[in-house]
């Protein structure tokens, strides 16, 4: 990346980010493919496992991060994003 891209030191360690959130997030799929997405509480009630929760944060974060980069010719963050719908802010 550092070869192909002009990057500023800020944006090498937003890059840094960005490789650790892709790696905990993996990480944590390995975990609930091996174990699956629930486990059994002490009462008997199905939860969710913590390693669902990191995958989807990792996955947030990774995502942000890349954005934030615009390294795929996309603008940045400042870019305008597409409108809310009239609904907005009614939803349940």
Not at 41 to 63: H, L, N, Y
Not at 66 to 78: H, I, K, Q, S, T
Request: net charge negative.
């Amino acid at each position: 990346m550092t070869t192909e891209f002009d990057l500023d030191p800020h944006h090498v360690r937003l890059l840094t980010l960005a490789a650790e959130a892709w790696d905990r997030g993996q990480q944590a799929r390995e975990i609930i493919d091996s174990d699956g997405m629930t486990y059994t509480d002490r009462f008997g009630c199905p939860k969710p496992r913590p390693e669902v929760a990191i995958e989807r944060d990792s996955r947030i974060g990774f995502a942000r991060l890349l954005r934030e980069l615009a390294l795929d010719g996309v603008d940045g963050p400042e870019a305008p994003r597409a409108p809310r719908t009239a609904d907005y802010g009614s939803r349940r």
